[in-house]
Nanobody, 131 residues
């Protein structure tokens, strides 16, 4: 069992930065692939970024490549999402999710329905970017 709690959301202006955190409970945190999703109003939940259990491999959705960085600290049971050069289209609720191993190919995470296959979810943190 893994419980996830996101934090770090808020209201910022376009071009600003935010760092989201996701604190996990459970001794098996380091074995899970950790994933960030987001959901804009009226839209389906979409994949943002994923990190392998070692932290050495990552995937990103195309719109955030070069602006967002996912990382994890297994000693702290925490995964992060550093978001730079924020845009108004980044607005939404950001969710942290845990996916049981193995580390899969990029299409598994990037495909539109990937959120349906995650094992555990946090309740989300709201990010609002004003233009």
């Amino acid at each position: 069992q893994v419980q996830l709690v996101e934090s770090g959301g808020g209201l910022v202006q376009a071009g600003d930065s935010l760092r989201l955190s996701c604190a996990a409970s459970g001794r098996t945190f380091s074995t899970y692939v950790m994933v960030w999703f987001r959901q804009a109003p009226g839209k389906e939940r979409e994949f943002v970024a994923a990190v392998s259990w070692t932290g050495t491999s990552t995937y990103y959705q195309e719109p955030v490549k070069g602006r967002f960085t996912i990382s994890r600290d297994n000693s702290k049971n925490t995964v992060y999402l550093q978001m730079d050069t924020l845009k108004s289209e980044d607005t939404g609720v950001y969710y942290c999710a845990a996916d049981a191993p193995p580390w899969r190919n990029s299409y598994y995470y990037i495909r539109p329905s990937s959120f349906r296959d995650m094992d555990y979810w946090g309740k989300g943190t709201l990010v609002t970017v004003s233009s």
